[in-house]
């Protein structure tokens, strides 16, 4: 056991030692925080001065008057995502040409049924057996 010496107080260490722990405690988690905002900072710039613009909801159709003529629905919606060329290499009947462009308005085509109609007339015409 050891003996504490008359007039050597450990007190005062003791407390200088809390001290230093809770100004340690006190500047680490200042940085954290810091870090943790340069973080967030970060992460929420874009580097662009251009605004950002919502994405379409998958439902949502173009607010344009539905094309009058397959050929231009072809090239304004189906070359959103390859060539209308594509289109025009194929020969399918009606049901095949149904079934295609059903595909492509699952996979995001921007189609109202009505425009679905003149596009599938036009595809037969064009493209039939």
């Known amino acids: 056991m050891s003996r504490i010496r008359k007039g050597h107080s450990t007190s005062c260490t003791s407390g200088q030692d809390k001290v230093k722990g809770r100004l340690v405690l006190v500047v680490v988690t200042l940085i954290a ?3 943790v905002f340069m973080a967030a900072l970060a ?3 874009s580097g662009s001065d251009e ?7 998958d439902t949502a159709i173009p607010e344009q008057a ?3 003529d397959g050929e231009t629905l072809l090239e304004a919606r189906c070359s959103t995502c390859h060539s209308a060329d594509r289109a025009r290499q194929v020969t399918k009947t009606r049901d095949g ?3 295609t462009v059903t595909s492509m308005i699952n996979r ?3 189609l109202t049924e009505a425009e679905k109609t003149v596009l599938v007339d ?5 493209h039939g057996p």
């Not at 605004?51 to 909801?57: G, H, I």
């Open 33 to 35: 925080v810091g870090l």
């Open 66 to 68: 539905p094309a009058q």
């Open 122 to 126: 036009y595809l037969t015409e064009t």
């Open 51 to 57: 605004p950002t613009q919502a994405p379409l909801p």
């Open 108 to 110: 995001g085509a921007q």
């Open 97 to 99: 040409w149904e079934q």
């Open 43 to 45: 992460a929420c710039g």
